[in-house]
T-cell receptor, first 115, second 114 residues
Framework: DSGVTQTPKHLITATGQRVTLRCSPR?????VYWYQQSLDQGLQFLIQ???????AKGNILERFSAQQFPDLHSELNLSSLELGDSALYFC??????????????FGPGTRLTVT | QQQVKQSPQSLIVQKGGISIINCAYE??????FPWYQQFPGKGPALLIA?????SEKKEGRFTISFNKSAKQFSLHIMDSQPGDSATYFC?????????????FGQGTTLQVKP
C-alpha cells in the first residue's frame, strides 16, 4: 500500500458526460501528479500540482482540468467524454519542492470506461 | 526529445536467470531515472532509481546500470523469481525543471517460468 488513495476504483459513463476523479496524497506529500495509462499511449503525464499551485502540464486535453485543494487532495475533472478517454487514471504523490524528494508513489488508479 | 525508448517489449526468463531491460533517452536535461514495477490491476510501484552522478546502483536483486555518455540505462534482475512476473517501466525526469514529472518508457512484460 503506497499510502495514496484514489476514488472511485471504477467508473462507467457515457460519451459527452463529465466525471471527477479524486486523489488523496501520502501524508506529508505536497506534490500530486496525474497520469493516464492506455494500451496505445502507455503511461502519460497529464498535470502536476505542488501545494495548491499548478507546477507542470503534460499532454492534457483542454476538456480535462485539475485542482489541488488546501487539504492537498486533488481532483481531475474530465468533461465531454469520448470513447478514447477510456483508460486507467493514476494519481501519484511526492514530497516535492526544490529540496525535497521526487520519489513518486502511485495510487491504485481509477479505471474509466466511456460507452 | 521527450521520449524514453524501452526494450524489449516482452521477456521470458527461467527461474534463477537474469532479466535485463534496457532504456534509452535523448534529452540531456533528464537527471533522475526510476524503474517501476506494475502488477495487473495495481498502480506502478517504485523499485529503484538512479541519478546520473553514479554508474550503478544495487538494491537486493535489482541493479540499475547507467551510461551517461550513451544516454542509456538498464535494469538487471538477478535470480529472477516467478513472483517477479510483472510489467516494468523505466522513466526519466528533468528534476532541474523543478517538476519531477516522469516520462515513461513503453513497458516490458516479464514472465519468469518456474
Amino acid at each position: 500500500d503506497s499510502g495514496v488513495t484514489q476514488t472511485p476504483k471504477h467508473l462507467i459513463t457515457a460519451t459527452g458526460q463529465r466525471v471527477t476523479l479524486r486523489c488523496s496524497p501520502r501524508s506529508g506529500d505536497l506534490s500530486v501528479y496525474w497520469y493516464q495509462q492506455s494500451l496505445d499511449q502507455g503511461l502519460q503525464f497529464l498535470i502536476q500540482y505542488y501545494n495548491g499551485e499548478e507546477r507542470a502540464k503534460g499532454n492534457i486535453l483542454e476538456r480535462f482540468s485539475a485542482q489541488q485543494f488546501p487539504d492537498l487532495h486533488s481532483e481531475l475533472n474530465l468533461s465531454s467524454l469520448e470513447l478514447g478517454d477510456s483508460a486507467l487514471y493514476f494519481c501519484a504523490s511526492s514530497v516535492g519542492g526544490r529540496e525535497g524528494s521526487y520519489e513518486q508513489y502511485f495510487g491504485p488508479g481509477t479505471r474509466l470506461t466511456v460507452t | 526529445q521527450q521520449q524514453v525508448k524501452q526494450s524489449p517489449q516482452s521477456l521470458i526468463v527461467q527461474k534463477g536467470g537474469i532479466s535485463i531491460i534496457n532504456c534509452a533517452y535523448e534529452n540531456t536535461a533528464f537527471d533522475y531515472f526510476p524503474w517501476y514495477q506494475q502488477f495487473p490491476g495495481k498502480g506502478p510501484a517504485l523499485l529503484i532509481a538512479i541519478r546520473p552522478d553514479v554508474s550503478e546502483k544495487k538494491e537486493g536483486r535489482f541493479t540499475i546500470s547507467f551510461n551517461k555518455s550513451a544516454k542509456q540505462f538498464s535494469l538487471h534482475i538477478m535470480d529472477s523469481q516467478p513472483g517477479d512476473s510483472a510489467t516494468y517501466f523505466c522513466a526519466a525526469s528533468p528534476l532541474e525543471s523543478n517538476t519531477g514529472k516522469l516520462i515513461f518508457g513503453q513497458g516490458t512484460t516479464l514472465q519468469v517460468k518456474p
